[in-house]
């Protein structure tokens, strides 16, 4: 296999996986943007990919070819309301931001197993029917080298990921709403003189962390393993916020690193048929992305600071 | 005692009052999915105390609980979250697998040569997470929670090279179990072995090096303000790195348990044992002391057992009881709502 087919193969999948990454890093940029620590991501991803599969199996009737992407809506708006858990415990009850996102990753899990268990009376889901599709985009799949690379047989999702992060971009440094975000990031006092409700910006934030883990996740579920159990996520949520920090806590930065998590990750699905790479096996290759992860944090972001409040609750009157 | 709810009471409730609630919230859920609580809950009763051969079986769970239990609370004392624990679990039970079946040795040798394997894995495990935040800053959450995924995938491929494509190790030799001939028929022959004595000897040697030991000292200090240690002349870095080393060797002796006492050997694994991150929830509830760990785990060890009598008895799927284990851990992280309700229940109390 030449190197270019390598590539062919290769690309389009890092993609894929890219795109639930890309989506759930953006959620954490939010999160964390306004203060807010947020390792729920891995919790409200689980939901996410969960409530995707559910309402894909149980609307495919109603909807049909339409279903997937309005599973992607249902799984945003669910998770986005679970996400009101860790706004309530980390803002309101102040409680370690850390620890909160730890039950609400724990209590994900629990609730969907516990939901599966009583809805399909076994450990997973049924697969669905219907999956989010993927396609040729007309005119530019022909490019020679390019076209086969990066606009042959990709989902809708993926397209999706990239507008995604260039609005996040846009809502975050263009609009005064993204002003308020990270001025409540950075120094919720000097905000909350100048008449900015931190609590409600940072309630805000959380959600929309919430909703787009959610969106992250019913994408993973509905392209990748199209059906939901104990182990659909696996750590997505975790490697997303590792991309967030790879990524500097910038959408863009965050979009850039969840495609090098995503082709860590297609190695090791692609691999077993790669030379060279098919000696190694199998069971390494699926923790080479986690390493892949451990490498960037350590060797290429340098130091990684965050936003200035990040974890910090905030009380008014206490300097 | 004075008007107000003394800080000490309130210490102790707001933890009781967390499991409490989450017990409830856990019955509304029963309740709105259609089952019967009462049912569930009494499923749940006999599960863990049911007859002899339950309650052997409960305090083998509770065995892993306390050790991964002192894990956390360990690095939570001294200023670190070690979410690794469900790692260097993983790999101290396969260390002290390999050691307990690749080598014949008398007893008195090779049980604690196995046991300490998985000490050694475990710290190992935690060594690399310790170094990293020590000389580069990178969060110990990120890292370990990696480290994680790459014990469960490492030690899943060494089954495999091990065992020659299968999906579990050689057992273990007699020489090196903790299984009790003993123990077990006490209990109308559960799987309850002698881990739960090197567990309880653990809490002790915790709270000797929190509380009677220079080191310990400086452990927490450097936990309790980074700055003012520095000042003092303690090493950070060192400290950081001897702390998450110490948390991971009992995170692996938990492993060591389940792989010399319970199982005897190891198989591949899907997914996480859970222990590791429950241990979160024992060592948070126990207010991160050896003591507290110890009620942490008999909690959290005996409805994880006795969960597992709920789908036979009252057709509810165990799951819920994860479901009360992270309401409990929820609940304590919102401590301070708790606190501020306890202090205005007593409060109005002593105005009248």
């Known amino acids: ?18 795109a639930p990454l890309i989506f759930t890093a953006l959620g954490g940029v939010f999160s964390e943007r306004s203060g807010v620590v947020n390792i729920a991501l891995e919790g409200l991803m689980v939901m996410g990919a969960f409530i995707g599969i559910l309402f894909n199996l149980f609307f495919y009737d109603t909807f049909g070819d339409w279903t997937p992407w309005i599973a992607l809506i249902a799984a945003m708006v669910v998770s986005g309301v679970f996400a009101i858990l860790h706004a309530v415990a980390s803002i309101s009850f102040r409680a370690d931001q850390v ?3 730890v039950a609400i990753n724990m209590l994900g899990l629990a609730i969907a197993l516990f939901l599966t268990k009583m809805i399909f009376d076994k450990g997973q889901t049924d697969f669905i029917k219907k999956a989010i599709p993927n396609f040729d985009v007309p005119f530019l799949s022909d490019i020679p080298v390019i076209g086969p690379m990066l606009f042959t047989g990709i989902y809708g999702s993926s397209i999706l990921a990239i507008v995604a992060a260039i609005i996040t971009w846009y809502v975050i440094y263009k609009t005064p709403f993204g002003l308020r975000l990270r001025s409540v ?135 | 005692m004075s008007a107000n709810m003394s800080n000490r009471m309130i210490n102790l409730l707001v933890p009781a009052i967390a499991v409490i ?42 065995t892993p609980y306390i050790l991964a239990g002192l894990a956390v609370a360990f690095a939570f004392r001294t200023g670190l979250f070690n979410i690794g624990v469900e790692g260097q679990l993983i790999v101290g039970w396969f260390a002290s697998v390999y050691v307990g079946a690749a080598f014949d040795l008398p007893k008195f040798i090779h049980l604690p040569l196995a046991i300490l394997a998985g000490a050694a894995a475990g710290a190992l495990w935690a060594f690399l997470p310790g170094l ?40 273990i030799l007699e020489s090196a179990s903790l299984r009790s001939e003993f123990l077990s028929s006490l209990t109308d022959y559960s799987r309850l072995h002698y881990g739960i004595l090197v567990a309880l000897l653990m809490v ?66 899907g997914g996480f044992t859970g222990i590791g991150f429950d241990g979160i929830a024992v060592a948070l509830l126990g207010a991160n002391t050896p003591i507290g760990v110890i009620f942490g785990a008999v909690l959290f060890g005996s409805l994880k057992y006795g969960s597992l009598n709920m789908p036979n008895a009252a057709q509810i799927p165990e799951e819920v009881v994860q479901i009360v284990i992270a309401l409990v851990i929820f609940f304590v992280a919102c401590g301070y709502a708790i606190r501020l309700f306890l202090t205005k229940i007593s409060k109005n109390k002593g105005a009248k």
Not at chain 1, 8 to 18: D, G, H, K, L, R
Not at chain 1, 246 to 263: E, L, N
Not at chain 2, 34 to 58: K, Q, R
Not at chain 2, 237 to 244: D, E, F, R, V, W
């Open chain 1, 185 to 319: 990031g950075e120094h919720p006092m000097a905000a909350d003189t100048m008449g900015v409700n931190v609590n409600k910006i940072r309630y805000i934030a959380v959600i929309i962390s919430g909703a787009l883990a959610g969106i992250g996740g019913a994408i993973y579920s509905q392209t990748m393993t199209r059906d939901f159990g104990h182990a659909t996520i696996n750590g997505q949520g975790f490697m997303a916020l590792a991309a967030m920090i790879f990524g500097k806590w910038h959408p863009i930065g965050a979009m850039g690193a969840a495609i090098f998590f995503g082709f860590a990750q297609a190695l090791a699905v692609v691999g077993p048929s790669i030379p060279l790479i098919k000696e190694i096996p199998t069971g390494y290759l699926h923790a080479l992305p986690y390493v892949v992860t451990i490498l960037a944090l350590a060797g290429f972001i340098g130091k990684a600071t965050g936003p200035k409040a990040n974890g910090k609750p905030y009380i008014k009157g206490s300097r």
């Open chain 2, 204 to 269: 002790v040697v915790m709270w000797f090096i929190l509380e009677k030991t220079t080191t310990g000292f400086e452990l927490k200090a450097v936990g309790f303000n980074e700055h003012a240690s520095e000042y003092a002349g303690m090493k950070i870095g060192k400290n950081i790195i001897l702390s998450m080393v110490i948390s991971g060797a009992f995170a692996g002796l938990a492993g060591a348990m389940e792989g010399l006492g319970t199982f005897g050997n190891m198989y591949t694994r």
């Open chain 1, 99 to 101: 620890v909160s996102g």
């Open chain 2, 132 to 171: 990293l935040k020590a000389k580069m800053k990178i969060h110990e959450v990120i890292v370990t929670i990696m480290m994680n995924y790459i014990a469960l995938h490492v030690v899943n491929a060494l089954i495999k090279t091990w065992s020659g494509g299968g999906d579990k190790t050689d057992r």
């Open chain 2, 21 to 62: 609630l989450g017990l409830l919230v856990g019955a509304i859920v029963m309740l709105l999915s259609g089952y019967d609580p009462v049912a569930g809950y009494i499923a749940l009763w006999h599960g863990i105390f049911g007859d002899s051969y339950a309650i052997g079986e409960t305090i083998r769970q509770i």
């Open chain 1, 1 to 18: 296999m030449g190197f270019l087919d390598i590539l062919y193969f290769m690309v389009p999948v890092s993609i894929a996986y890219a």
